[in-house]
């Protein structure tokens, strides 16, 4: 039986809807990589390893470190071709977030021609096994517009044609309404909008990312469950959501017993969630795991059914850009 499944229930589609770049290394990488330039791995990132549960700011440390080594083109692919691994037995595809701004301007680590050299080398590998990868660029919420702006600045002159999307991360410190022309400009440059919300700002953040910045799809959001009537909107509204559960088990407290889980409460009001791995490298996950875990949550056959269609029919990496 494929890892995922269970008898009489679908297997794990094969299809990563949420995984970082940057937190995508494989750990053996980083662990040799680190040796190689005499670097201590921070004990935050150990202890992630080992499973261990560490505070919001261990986790940017960690996430940190291994983003750094991102400074060459091999290893750019090399994180791609990790993303893809952990896809399980059947891969079908990843939707691949990136930061440009952050791995070119503020750490300098390599040149933005660099950067797209290693994601088209990982994205091609990916494509000859008949995987596809989108990208979808990564902002910080709590930067604020101006930095959103950079972001496009650096990049909308030559957006290779892996590049599908626009969307924040990080701290939900800065109102999605702020953030509207930004999203406004990513749009008219051709990229679909999403944003992480509802992760570790309110539910209300949801209703405001798509309603005033105009996004089309919500990474994370599981705060939207504290709020039945904001679940009947997203069902309403169709808005794809992206589960990571070993991800909000890890950085969202409340949620660190899996069985607080609303993943169940969210499928069953009708949201359109199917899942993904996040941060796997740094949180340690891959696809198979995260569908057995979504299983185990107590889900039937038909929901976990439900998952995988969500997962393919909304998947950017599977929209026909030709």
């Known amino acids: ?31 040799a990589e680190a040796a190689r330039r005499g670097l ?13 549960s560490r505070p919001f700011e261990a986790f940017i440390e960690a996430f940190l470190f291994g983003a750094g080594l991102l400074d060459a083109r091999e290893a750019v692919r090399a994180a791609v071709a990790a993303g893809v691994r952990r896809l399980g037995p059947r891969p079908a595809g990843l939707d691949l977030w990136v930061s440009p701004h952050f791995l070119v301007v503020w750490k300098g680590l390599l040149s933005l021609e660099e950067l797209w050299r290693g994601l088209e080398d990982g994205i091609g590998e990916a494509a000859r096994a008949g995987v596809p990868v ?14 959103g702006h950079a ?41 679909a909008l999403a944003a992480h919300a509802g ?14 910045a105009g996004v089309a799809r919500i990474v994370h959001g599981v705060r939207a469950a504290e709020d039945p009537a904001l679940l009947d909107w997203l069902a309403e509204r169709r808005i794809p959501v992206d589960i990571c559960l070993t991800s909000n088990r890890g950085l969202v407290p409340e949620l660190a017993d899996p ?13 359109r969630c199917a899942l993904g791995t996040d941060d796997p490298g740094v949180l340690p996950c891959d696809l198979p795991g995260e569908w057995a875990a ?25 929209v026909d850009r030709s």
């Open 1 to 31: 039986m494929a890892p995922g499944a269970r008898a009489g229930g679908p297997a794990c589609p094969g299809l990563d809807r949420h995984a970082h770049l940057e937190g995508s290394l494989d750990p053996a990488w980083v662990r």
């Open 40 to 52: 201590g791995i921070p004990d935050s990132l150990e202890a992630f390893w080992r499973g261990e």
């Open 134 to 147: 989108a990208v979808v660029l990564d902002a910080v919420n709590n930067f604020g517009p101006k930095h």
């Open 151 to 191: 972001v496009l600045d650096l990049v909308e002159r030559d957006l290779p044609a892996f590049v599908r999307g626009f969307s924040t991360g990080g701290l939900e410190q800065v109102p999605f309404r702020d953030w509207a022309p930004v999203f406004e400009r990513a749009r008219r440059a051709g990229l």
């Open 199 to 212: 992760e570790n700002g309110p539910a209300a953040n949801v209703r405001e990312a798509v309603e005033a």
């Open 259 to 271: 069985a607080t889980h609303p993943l169940p409460r969210m499928l069953r009001a009708g949201v």
């Open 294 to 318: 979504a299983r185990e949550l107590g889900l039937t056959d038909a929901e976990m059914a439900d998952l995988a269609r969500n997962a393919t029919e909304d998947a950017w990496c599977l």
